[in-house]
């Protein structure tokens, strides 16, 4: 799956805590493979209401180019290694024009929201299903069906519960040989880290290599059940295209 000028071009879509930044520190350990986190946060934020309640929200607008446009122009420019994987949120690909996906390796993340909704609420407040995802997941699996653009399904419980083989399956399907460096890394902080990585990146800052998946044990918040009920549908159908 690379581009017209041999360029494999990871973009990753994924809603929040959904072991992304996990992901982006395993691509990172490859030495054939450059990284960028979340180029498109500046341009959500600074064309949606989010920046006044996402921490740090002006710092990111600062350090970032924040016309989208412009950003997908970087995405698809010169490139100083054969393969890039682009960490992004979903929701960030605001009022963008997606024909530049016909030329990259389009990953959709997903995780459990009974799971991952308790996580982000601890950081922003009372979110809903625009902030996290799921809605728009399934809004551009018909895109990419629509237009017969490729994409690979993964799910964050599949990788944690055998990261070697997904990631092994996963390097198959998109022309790239697995890397062993993928399932370790030193711990701490990464240059790659966006300006938001202290809000956000406590646990992966933490970690060595892919944590091993643990049940949720705790009870589900009663004032996100509504949330929760809204995106369940989404994660069906997103999930049975997982690969693992």
């Keep these: 799956m690379k581009s017209k000028d041999g360029i494999t071009r990871i973009c990753l879509w994924a809603g929040p805590r959904n072991i992304s930044t996990t992901l982006m520190y395993s691509f990172a350990q490859r030495a054939d493979t450059g990284i960028f986190d979340e180029p498109l946060y500046a341009h959500y ?24 446009k412009k950003v997908v122009e970087t995405i698809m420019g010169k490139q100083d290694k054969p393969v890039v994987f682009f960490k992004n949120m979903t929701h ?3 009022d963008l ?15 459990d929201p009974k799971e991952m909704i308790p996580s982000f609420a601890k950081v922003i407040n009372n979110p809903t299903i625009d902030d996290i995802g799921y809605r728009l997941h399934t809004e551009l699996i018909g895109y990419f069906e629509k237009e017969n653009i490729k994409y690979v399904v993964l799910d964050s419980k599949k990788i944690l519960l055998n990261p070697e083989k997904v990631l092994r399956q996963f390097c198959d399907i998109i022309g790239i040989n697995f890397d062993k460096n993928m399932l370790n890394w030193e711990a701490g902080p990464r240059k790659e880290d966006g300006s938001w990585a ?15 998946y643990k049940t949720k044990n705790e009870p589900f918040p009663e004032n996100l059940i509504p949330l929760l009920k809204e995106c ?9 295209k997982a690969i693992g």
């Design 45 to 68: 934020l600074s064309n949606t209401n989010a920046d006044e309640y996402h921490p740090g929200a002006e710092d990111v607008i600062a350090s970032q180019e924040n016309d989208g």
């Design 92 to 94: 960030h690909l605001l």
């Design 97 to 111: 024009d997606r024909t530049f996906m016909k030329d990259v390796v389009n990953v959709i993340l997903t995780r």
């Design 198 to 212: 202290k809000y956000w990146y406590d646990n992966v800052h933490r970690s060595t290599g892919y944590n091993p």
């Design 232 to 240: 369940e549908p989404h994660y069906n159908k997103i999930v049975e």
